[in-house]
Each structure stands twice: as structure tokens, then as C-alpha cells.
């Protein structure tokens, strides 16, 4: 017979047992599907926060300062900090160091504590953030009592109305609202500027005294590796006794994350395999059940000519065909699972084709693997003892 012939009578065969075939696809359906959604849904998760990340540019050095108590000069570490962009030749500029604390305010009558972060005029160019209303804060604003706002912060203030202009509480003084930012994703950076409120650097350290001038945003000249600006970085301010530099890169995170997702994905996709066995040992033992039922068809087959290779390979490609198409329903099943999840989370949706082939590619493995050996034994009945069979 040939392979058209087999097809069109393993699907005679498959259509004849319906509510067999369906249970038997049941399993198959739900391993694929399950294995497709959770690959996927790792998948999105690694790739929304890579997204963030790279939002704010793979190009950036974050630069975490701490000086030993009696060794180091937090003067001295702020003015090296200073000098950073124009004394190493692999950055393209920097941001001096960035005071990070909390400051507690009222909103809406209710108190509330605010992240307070400490800059100057080129923190905005660093961090490739925007004002959307009124100016940023500028290198003339010394000890100045004035504010911007982070696009959050801002909405929770005065949705929809006008903030310039407006005076805040914060502890033991009153700033003065001088700029909006537009939102920005929280990235790479320690803050999220969304949710702060930017000071002049010199105003937050006299409002704060426990805060710490520790952190420098720096940017990278094009085509620069991250590993030979880390080192020249950590080189500048090892001359200063009693500090100490800790240097990290988006690009270093991310391979770190690249890694771990891999991981995750793997392990996702052995889980999921688990219901694909399952379902397989379903379809091994339906054609199990199917050859003791077509005995005697068997026998027929046998005493017209049929050779024992004919027989197996009639009941192997039944096997593949219940998994295949079953595959192929898990894999819509599967996608739109995965679609909903990423729906549900914010997140974007992509078509996960690794998950996909594995998922199918698996299932159409699990027929010809949990298929071979009831096809086998049907091709070695004895042609007289089954077509005695009733």
C-alpha cells in the first residue's frame, strides 16, 4: 500500500473510534499546550525587563560609590567624581554624584514619604529623561529650595492640574515646584524618577544628613566594551584611600539575565514535557487497545499479502497522525494561553517559535516513540490465530 493509501485508512480508522481518538488527543493537546504557554510566558517576562533596561540605553555605567568611616573623604570622592567624564577617555559624559534619601510630605492631606534624589544640571542629559513642563534643575539653584517632579509624583499631586509654581512641604522647608518630567521606565538606574523628586544635589545633602553622595550615571562613547570602562573607572578612584567603587553595566546584567532565562525556560519546558509523556502513555495505551479490537482485520490483511512492515507502519502512522494533529491544537492552544497572560500582564506579545518547535516537534516524537511498540505487536500476530478472533 502505498503512503496515501495509509494515510487516507489510518484516518478511516481514527474518524470510525471518535470518542477514542478525542480522549487520546486530550492528553496530547494539554501537554503541548501547557509546555507552549509556559516557555512563552518566561519568555515575555525576560524580554519586558530587558526592554526596560535597554530603554535607557545599554550604554550605561552605574557607578556606586562608598567611603570607609575615618579613611575615605566623601569630599574628596565627590570632587573626583567630578572630574570623571573629562579625565577618562572611554565616557561620554557623567553625571557627579547623585544623592539618593527620603523625605517625608503631605498629599492629598494624607502624609506620605518621597524618594529624594540629589543632582545636578547634567543628570538629565545622562539619563536621557525629559521635561515636559517648566526646567530642570540648573547648577545656579545652590542650596535653592526648588523641585522637580517625576511624571508619577506629579499626577498624584495635581491630576490634570497646573504645578508650576506650587510650594511642597518637605520637613523643615517648602520647595517650589520648577518642572515636570515625562515618565520614563525605572531601567537600570536605583530610582525610579517616576515615583521621586529631583533637588539641587546641595539642597538635598544640608536637608539630609544621613544621606549618601554614592551613585554616578555614566554614558559610554559608542562602540566602547563595558569591560574596559569598568576598569578605568575603578582605577580613577582607587588613588583615594578608604573608597571603594562597584561598577555595573546594563550589558552585564543583561547576559546575567540572558542566562538565568535560559535556565528558567528549560526548566519551564521539562515541566511542561511531563504532561506530553503523559498524554503519550495515553496514546500507546488506546493503540493498544485499538490492535486487540482489529485482530481479525489484521488477520485479513495478513492472508491477502500484507507483510508484517505494512501492519506497523499502518499503526505507527495512525500514532503520529493523533499526536500531530494534536500537536498542532496544543500549539493554538498554547499560543493563546500564552496571548492572554501577556495581555493580562502588560506585556508584549511575540509568537515564541522555540517553544513552538518544541512543543510540536516533541509531540510528533511522543506518537512515533509510544506508537512503535503496539505496532509492533500487532505485526506480529499469527494470521490464523487472529483471524479465529472474534
Request: with cysteine.
Amino acid at each position: 500500500m502505498t503512503l496515501l493509501g495509509h494515510v487516507l485508512e489510518a484516518l478511516r480508522n481514527l474518524l470510525g473510534a471518535k470518542q477514542r481518538s478525542i480522549l487520546a488527543l486530550l492528553g496530547v493537546v494539554i501537554g503541548t499546550g501547557s509546555v507552549i504557554a509556559m516557555m512563552g510566558t518566561g519568555q515575555f517576562a525576560a524580554a519586558e525587563v530587558m526592554r526596560q533596561f535597554e530603554a535607557m540605553g545599554t550604554d550605561l555605567l552605574m557607578i556606586s560609590l562608598r567611603a570607609d568611616r575615618g579613611r575615605g573623604d566623601p569630599r574628596a570622592m565627590t570632587e573626583r567624581a567630578g572630574t570623571l567624564a573629562d579625565g577618562l577617555p572611554h565616557l561620554l559624559s557623567a553625571a557627579e554624584p547623585v544623592v539618593l534619601g527620603d523625605a517625608r510630605t503631605r498629599i492629598g492631606g494624607a502624609p506620605r514619604s518621597l524618594p529624594i534624589i540629589g543632582a545636578r544640571q547634567g543628570f538629565l542629559d545622562v539619563n536621557r529623561a525629559a521635561v515636559v513642563e517648566g526646567r530642570f534643575i540648573s547648577d545656579l539653584d545652590l542650596y535653592g529650595n526648588f523641585c522637580v517632579l517625576g511624571a508619577k509624583v506629579a499626577i498624584d499631586l495635581a491630576p490634570g492640574g497646573r504645578l508650576l509654581g506650587m510650594e511642597i512641604p518637605f520637613e523643615d522647608r517648602v520647595c517650589t515646584v520648577i518642572g515636570v518630567l515625562d515618565s520614563l521606565p525605572a531601567g537600570f538606574a536605583p530610582y525610579q524618577l517616576d515615583r521621586g523628586v529631583v533637588m539641587p544635589f546641595s539642597t538635598t545633602l544640608r536637608m539630609r544628613k544621613d544621606a549618601s553622595p554614592g551613585v554616578v550615571v555614566a554614558r559610554l562613547k559608542p562602540g566602547i566594551d563595558y569591560r574596559a570602562a569598568q576598569g578605568e573607572v575603578k582605577a580613577w578612584f582607587a588613588s583615594l584611600p578608604g573608597v571603594d567603587a562597584d561598577v555595573r553595566s546594563p550589558e552585564q546584567v543583561i547576559e546575567q539575565m540572558e542566562r538565568q532565562s535560559r535556565m528558567f525556560t528549560l526548566m519551564l519546558g521539562a515541566i511542561g514535557s511531563i504532561s506530553l509523556l503523559v498524554g503519550g502513555v495515553g496514546v500507546m495505551n488506546i493503540m493498544l487497545v485499538s490492535v486487540t479490537e482489529r485482530r481479525k482485520e489484521i488477520g485479513i490483511r495478513m492472508a491477502i499479502g500484507a507483510r508484517a512492515r505494512d501492519i506497523r507502519n499502518q499503526f505507527l502512522i495512525e500514532s503520529s497522525m493523533l499526536t500531530c494533529f494534536g500537536g498542532a491544537l496544543g500549539v493554538a492552544v498554547g499560543l493563546g494561553a500564552a496571548w492572554g497572560i501577556a495581555r493580562a500582564s502588560g506585556w508584549q506579545f511575540f509568537v515564541p517559535w522555540g517553544a513552538v518547535a518544541l512543543g510540536f516537534g516533541v509531540s510528533a516524537s511522543i506518537g512515533v516513540f509510544f506508537g512503535y511498540y503496539p505496532a509492533h505487536q500487532a505485526s506480529r500476530l499469527d494470521p490464523i490465530t487472529a483471524l479465529r478472533s472474534s
